[in-house]
């Protein structure tokens, strides 16, 4: 299996941290933000971005994790990590990884709209461009024009370093 490196450390914060001046520019006017991070490796660049907002913003970031089956997604229930969480008149910022066909995203969306929140944006640390939902990316690291048969994966925890493949 060949891996082509896309992006690396350096990268993947440069572009996170631009992410972030990106969201506190289209928020300032916001006391608090509450992110989803979609469960894995989404969520886990959900915290690399909450860190890189609070470090240049005021803004306080409530973050959870929303769990689902990526490839039959209502085969189980889709949760979010908070009992008596209430979206109502919030700005919510839903987070992932990589965005294919847009079909997670999609399906993530669905406990957020059972509330009536002010705004829902979406942040992406690579966009594929191969959507086959109605879901496109507010915030994006990178865009990717790829085959389909071609893959994303983001490393984050690995030895403390961040990387981006294609594979």
Excluded: W
Excluded at 102 to 130: C, I, N, W
């Amino acid at each position: 299996m060949k891996k082509t490196l896309i992006l690396d450390q350096a990268a993947i914060s440069q572009k996170t941290r631009r992410i972030a001046y990106q969201i506190v520019e289209d928020n300032y006017d916001e006391k608090e933000i509450i992110m989803i991070g979609i469960d894995g490796t989404g969520h886990e660049y959900a915290q690399l971005l909450k860190k890189e907002i609070e470090s240049i913003s005021e803004i306080s970031i409530k973050l959870y994790a929303l769990s689902l089956d990526k490839q039959k997604p209502l085969s189980k229930p889709i949760t979010i990590d908070a009992p008596k969480l209430s979206l109502d008149n919030k700005v919510v910022l839903m987070v992932d990884d990589v965005a294919n066909t847009g079909k997670t995203m999609y399906y993530a969306l669905k406990p957020v709209m059972e509330f009536s929140p002010k705004k829902v944006q979406v942040a992406v640390l690579v966009d594929r461009q191969h959507k086959l939902f109605p879901v496109s990316s507010d915030f994006v690291g990178l865009s990717l024009s790829t085959t389909m048969q071609e893959h994303i994966r983001v490393e984050l925890a690995k030895a403390g370093k961040a990387e981006a493949y294609l594979i």
